[in-house]
């Protein structure tokens, strides 16, 4: 079968075929016959100043620059070659080619190259009127009639599945819209959620800063139970135990060491009556004076009242109870700071003035924490006090739901400027996924997430791009005859771009062009060069309400 590429057949209407019958010479179209009346002469269509006799008209030989002297013969049809290569080109070419009018069926026009080329070209002229000259022999029977009918039932089928599709994207917009209200709502929403929040975090910025100030104006406290009188008081409870045993100790040495000294005073006072004066020996004498001066100084400096020093050391060496000494109970357990002493008598005033004294120490405090006048409590603490990490959680989580709401309220906002297609038609499609299988591979397609290449003998797969944009790209392709293609035409098409990177090549791209379909699915993937992959995708994201009046390729013209 020829390829049809530009090559056209007219029609239009469900069901119904236009007959358009030409009046003109063989091979004009009727809307051509206008230049084919008989006067004698024939003016060239797109050269005006061209003349030639009207008997010159499909002579086969080409006088026209235009070629519009044979409209039914191929002696212009080297012109062809000169065809457009785009189609803002323009052709020489006056017409669009040899006219078949195929009744029955739809007509249409055939390249001039296959007129009479022995080939019976029914895609196009299924009537076989191309083939008039019955070149070589050849005759080619008018099948206008079953091929018509054939493609009647076909086409009725896509326009089925068009009005299908349409009215698929119909209800694809309905929910897009939905989805974009649902998102401008949570706009809304998340506004003044975050205006609450932030009054919130202000109030828990407040508490901190009060519970801080609070904390600041704090004295040092002892390590554990009780305040430092308390510390003062068990230190100098131990301190005194030690010295009351030291002292009961050191009082019974003493009385030892005074039995000794009277013992040997004894002694002496005996030897000084006893000893023999006449006896010269010197030794002794010195030793007898030696203790008389030792007694003169003795008796200047006699010992002291023994009976009132042992009833004091008596006194002191009792421990501590009820009765007696000091009552450390009473200051065990203590609490209360030096300060906090003051503010004790807080608890008598009237409770505004109360109020009013109790800041002012507070700040009289916090001044004199912040001029090193008083310690931190604060800060020589190690850790916080547990209100003040309260406050501060309770900040912290206050905060984190303001920063929370604000990168939801971007997200959304953001989602509201992005491209989703006409209509906004892919919002309702995105993260959907479908794929298909194609040789080696599964390829996986995500609306506006990625393409996956899945190996079937497994093995890792391979991205094969991460949508980046909608855009639009013209195609000229016929539609094949299950409907699966995309037809002659502009074309949405979608960018993936960034997926794994080629080896000795670029980051895989895949440009994903669709086709409108009833139902979302890959109609063909190709790789058209090294790791630059095409996919051909029927959706009826694209069904465009016009296209029923509008021709899908150029084979429905
Ligand atoms: C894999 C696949 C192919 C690709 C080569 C490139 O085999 O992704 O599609 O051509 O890698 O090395």
């Known amino acids: 079968m020829r390829k049809l590429n530009t090559f056209l057949l007219i029609g239009t209407a469900v069901g119904s075929v236009i007959v358009a019958e030409s009046t003109g010479p063989r091979g004009v179209g009727p809307e051509f016959a206008k230049f084919y ?16 006799n009207f008997s010159q008209i499909n002579d086969d030989y ?14 212009c049809a080297h012109l062809s070659a000169l065809s457009p290569s785009s189609p803002e080109e323009r052709s020489p070419l006056a ?41 070589g022999g050849i005759v ?23 009005r299908s599709g349409q009215k698929a994207r119909k209800e694809l917009v309905r929910q ?30 407040r508490q901190l800063a009060d519970v801080e100030r609070s904390e600041k104006a704090r004295l040092v406290k002892g390590p ?7 510390v003062l008081a068990n230190l100098a409870k131990g301190r005194i135990e030690e010295l009351r045993t030291a002292l009961i100790d050191v009082r019974s040495q003493r009385d030892t060491a005074l039995e000794r000294v009277q013992e040997l005073e004894a002694i002496l006072y005996k030897f000084q009556e006893e000893y023999n004066p ?8 010195r030793a007898v004076r030696s203790w008389e001066e030792f007694v003169v100084r003795k008796n200047a400096n006699p010992d002291v009242d023994r009976a009132a020093q042992d009833r004091d050391l008596d006194e002191i060496s009792k421990p501590d109870d009820k009765e007696n000494g000091i009552r450390w109970e009473e200051w065990e357990g203590e609490e209360l700071g030096d300060t906090d002493v003051l503010y004790k008598f807080e608890e008598y005033l009237p409770k505004p003035l109360r109020t009013w004294i109790d800041n002012k120490l507070r700040d009289l405090r916090v001044f004199m924490v912040q001029n090193g006048l008083l310690a931190d409590a604060h800060h020589s603490s190690t850790s916080d006090s547990k209100a003040v990490t309260q406050a501060r959680e309770a900040l912290d989580a206050a905060r984190n739901d303001v920063n929370s709401r604000k990168s939801q309220l971007t997200n959304h ?23 298909k299988d194609s040789g080696e591979y599964i390829y996986e397609l995500c609306w506006l997430g990625g393409v996956t290449q899945k190996p079937k003998k497994g093995g890792a797969n391979t991205g094969l791009g991460n949508f980046v944009s909608i855009d639009k790209i013209f195609v000229d392709d016929e539609i094949p005859s299950d409907g699966k293609g995309l037809g002659s035409g502009d074309h949405v098409a979608l960018r993936y771009e960034g997926g794994n990177h080629c080896w000795n090549g670029p980051s895989r791209s895949t440009l994903v062009v669709l086709g409108c379909a009833e139902k979302d699915e890959i109609w063909k993937v190709m790789e058209q060069e090294k790791c630059v992959y095409r996919m051909e995708v029927g959706t009826p994201a694209v069904c465009d309400s016009a296209d029923e009046e509008k021709p899908r390729g150029k084979d429905e013209l």
Request: contains cysteine; proline residues 4%.
């Open 37 to 52: 009346k008989s006067d004698g002469t024939f003016t060239c269509i797109s050269n005006p100043s061209h003349h030639i």
């Open 62 to 75: 080409c006088d026209c620059p235009d070629g519009s002297d044979e409209p039914g013969t191929s002696a």
């Open 95 to 135: 017409l669009p080619g040899f006219y078949c009018n195929n009744k029955g069926h739809r007509p249409g026009y055939i390249p001039f190259t296959y007129v009479n080329d022995g080939v019976c070209d029914y895609d196009l002229c299924c009537d076989g009127s191309d083939e008039w000259e019955s070149a």
């Open 140 to 162: 080619c029977e008018n099948k206008c009639k079953e091929i018509g009918k054939e493609w009647r039932k076909q086409d009725e089928q896509r326009k089925k599945a068009l």
């Open 176 to 205: 897009s819209s939905r989805l974009r209200k649902e998102i401008e709502d949570g706009i809304g929403v998340l506004q003044i959620e975050i205006r609450t929040l932030e009054l919130k975090v202000g109030d828990q910025e």
């Open 224 to 230: 554990a139970k009780g305040g430092r009188i308390s």
């Open 278 to 285: 006449n006896f010269n020996d010197e030794g002794v004498k």
């Open 413 to 435: 906002q953001e989602d509201l400027t992005k491209d989703y297609g006409v209509d906004d038609v892919f919002r309702a499609l995105k993260g959907q996924c479908f794929s």
